[in-house]
């Protein structure tokens, strides 16, 4: 079952790869890696460093123009404040014949023309002041501009002999002097002097922002108020025309600036959406042409009653991006440096492992094909080296397990192949306490007198493994099989304490399960067993060429003689081993039995359960 994410023909195709490809492409990967992390790193430390920058020259430039409007706002209400001193007394009186005339009903055009050039004559110099650095509408109108304001907050328009500038509508197509009467309203309250902007449309598509100062003018006596004085002046002059690509103002849907980027539609309609719900301040990062900039803005403090007018400033960040590129250019420089030597650095180490992996592999066949004798020399200190030494004591370990095999091929029995192996079996004899146990088939000759060869050894075969089961089960081991006849010892090579009480029990077992088997095979067979225990002599003896581990003895020759003497499914013991039962079964003493090989007659036992 293959892991989530990871395609079985992928996993292959990496395995069939070799130890050179794998290294360089784990070299490669981690060189292009740290090249990719450089690049973001330094990618995102650039363009921290220059937004700083960027962010920095953008207050600047927000600082360089309060400071225009401060130094501006200050000269004009100094002059516009005066008006309600001394220099004010003709048009004070103008307002107040006004006042008068409106009062009663009558049209007093002469005293309008009075007021108007009483305020030329005073606001001249302040106008002229401005004049050299502002254009005029294609009419000749100066787009300075100044108002008066009854009372009532109502504008007093200008005669038609007396030029006061901005004619035309502001933005949504209102005139000025409706806007201006609703700006008059504002300035009833308690503030005396109010700032704000508007946007005025002069000629056909020529839209200029105006910085309009509204005063209010009364009586140095009494306090009270005879009117207020609006004087305007376009932003554009405000701003200053050195700065105008990178400061803008915006009001009502309107930058004093024709240049790009305040040009482009993207911009216009990001100011358009991000000031409508009028924020404080904030900021965007966009791109103009195919460059970036940083956008900054910040509101403009205007007077209750003028719409909200933004400073804006566009830095840009077109030497971050070329430097970012540049510095871009020269780490995948660097990197493709440090991939290439590190690609020959990976083959070079890939030569040192792969030569001495192809040795071991060389000498791994040899070893499959069975040349046990090779050695391979050690030449370094490394893991390399610590797998070749580790490859000779492998190579050691097969030769003497080759060498054991060559001891053991003549053993058949599993548990004293393994005593050999761990040598506590010698090779020579040695004299054991054990329990021999014999079986045979009774009545043998008759049962297979008639069976082809094929289904006696058949028969044999199962009966046998059968047999052979129980031994095992009761740590013995087969010594033998005699044709029909199994020997068993208990006891040798390995005692497990109890040798003659587990010798009786597989003898039990071994009538049970033949018992069972007469129920479900075809073969009825029976059978007799005896068991006898002591002193034997065990070892492996044979010719040079074929050993067997088995055991001589006196009690040998008696479990062979009890066998001949049990009858169909019995057991036989001798009194030694009934001596050492755990648990003794049930018994039956037999008659002593004049045995072939024994002066004296024996005492044996019937072993029944």
């Known amino acids: 079952m293959s892991e989530p994410g990871f395609k079985r023909g992928e996993g292959e195709s990496l395995l069939r790869l070799g130890v050179r490809a794998k290294l360089t492409l784990v070299i490669a990967s981690v060189v292009g890696a740290v090249v990719a992390g450089t690049l973001q790193v330094t990618r995102q430390s650039v363009e921290a460093a220059y937004a700083s920058q960027a962010e920095t020259q953008a207050r600047a430039q927000f600082e360089f123009f309060g400071k225009l409007q401060q130094a501006r706002l200050q000269e004009v209400r100094r002059r516009t404040s005066a008006l309600s001193g001394e220099r004010g007394v003709r048009i004070r009186s103008s307002l107040l014949r006004l006042a008068e005339a409106a009062a009663a009903n009558e049209k007093d055009d002469e005293g309008l023309e009075l007021l108007y050039q009483n305020a030329a004559d005073e606001l001249q110099s302040l106008v002229s002041s ?18 008066l304001l009854n009372a009532k907050g109502e504008v007093l328009p200008p005669p038609s002999g007396i030029n006061a500038g901005l004619k ?35 000629a056909p598509g020529r839209t200029s922002l105006q910085e309009v100062v509204v005063t209010r003018i009364g009586d140095p006596h009494d306090g009270q108020v005879l009117g207020s004085v609006v004087v305007g002046f376009p932003l554009i002059a405000a701003a200053g025309r050195a700065t105008e690509n990178s400061v803008a103002v915006w009001i009502e849907g309107a930058t ?31 791109e103009v042409g ?36 540049e510095l871009g250019a020269r780490i995948a420089a ?16 890939a030569h040192g492992l792969t030569v001495p992996v192809n040795r071991l592999a060389a000498a791994t066949k040899d070893i499959l094909e069975g040349r046990f004798d090779i050695r391979l020399p050690v030449k370094s200190r490394d893991e390399i080296g610590e797998l070749t030494s580790s490859f000779n004591e492998m190579a050691e370990g097969l030769a003497l397990k080759e060498k054991y095999h060559h001891v053991l091929n003549p053993v058949a029995d599993k548990q004293v192949a393994s005593e050999l192996m761990s040598g506590r079996v010698t090779l020579g004899g040695e004299t ?65 304490g109890e040798d003659a009480d587990l010798a009786a029990r597989c003898a039990l077992s071994m009538i049970e399960e033949r018992g069972r088997l007469n129920t479900t095979s075809k073969y009825k067979i029976e059978m007799g067993i005896g068991v006898a225990s002591g002193l034997a002599v065990a070892g492996c003896m044979g010719s040079a060429d074929r050993l067997n581990y088995t055991v001589l003895g006196e009690r040998v020759n008696l479990a062979s003689r009890l066998c001949s003497k049990a009858g169909r499914m019995e057991v036989v013991i001798d009194s030694t081993t009934r001596d050492r ?20 007659p024996v005492c044996a036992f019937k072993l029944l359960g």
Request: aromatic content about 8%.
């Open 256 to 286: 004093d600036s024709r240049q790009s980027p305040w040009t482009d539609p993207e911009v216009a309609r990001f100011f358009k959406s991000k000031l409508a719900d009028s924020p404080a301040n904030g900021e965007r990062r966009m």
């Open 290 to 325: 195919s460059k970036p900039y940083l956008f900054a803005f910040r509101r403009l403090a205007a007077s209750a009653g003028f719409p909200p007018a933004y400073l804006l400033s566009a830095v840009s960040m077109t030497e971050a991006a070329s430097r970012q590129r």
């Open 130 to 147: 401005e004049a050299p650095a502002v254009p005029s509408d294609e009419d000749g109108t100066p787009t300075v501009f100044y108002r």
């Open 581 to 600: 039962l755990r648990d003794p079964p049930q018994i039956e003493p037999l008659e002593p039995l004049v045995l072939k090989g024994f002066a004296d």
């Open 432 to 496: 054991r306490d054990i329990s021999v146990l014999f079986c045979d088939i009774r009545g043998f000759t008759a049962l297979t007198e008639r069976m082809p060869p094929q289904e006696v050894i058949a028969m044999l075969n199962e009966h046998m493994t059968a047999l052979t089961r129980g031994v095992h089960a009761h740590h013995g081991v087969v010594d033998k099989f005699v044709g029909d006849l199994i020997m068993a010892i208990f006891g040798a090579p390995k005692s497990y």
């Open 168 to 202: 035309g509508t502001v933005e949504g197509g209102e005139t000025l002097e409706r806007k201006l009467r609703l700006l008059g309203a504002t300035m009833q309250g308690a503030e005396e002097q109010g700032v704000g902007y508007l946007t005025w449309m002069g």
């Open 334 to 349: 660097f990197g493709a440096m440090g991939l290439a030597l590190g690609v020959a650095i990976s083959l070079l180490v």
